[in-house]
């Protein structure tokens, strides 16, 4: 193994990030604790936990989809050449 490790050197790089921009601190940990309730879920079975998770996870989802949105209308307002005609576009379209 020393032999292995010594002739095949380990070369650490930064690679960058390509993390999506919607996901904020706050979903991250809404995730983890998502998670953590499932196998709390699994473990007891509990009806009142059931119904909590669900609605728990009811919640997540309209924060993500909520937070995609706003990173799509974003993009689509900087990347125009009429930030206000698109603002106005997006704003009827709602």
Sequence with gaps: MRLINSCFLVIKTNRPSYGKPWITSGIRISRKHKRELYTEYRK??????????????????????EAKKKMEYYRRILNSTNRMKTSWSLINIE
Excluded at 48 to 64: A, R
């Design 44 to 65: 007891y079975k509990n009806p009142t936990l059931d119904k909590y998770y669900k609605d728990y996870c009811w919640i997540l989802l309209k924060v993500i989809k």
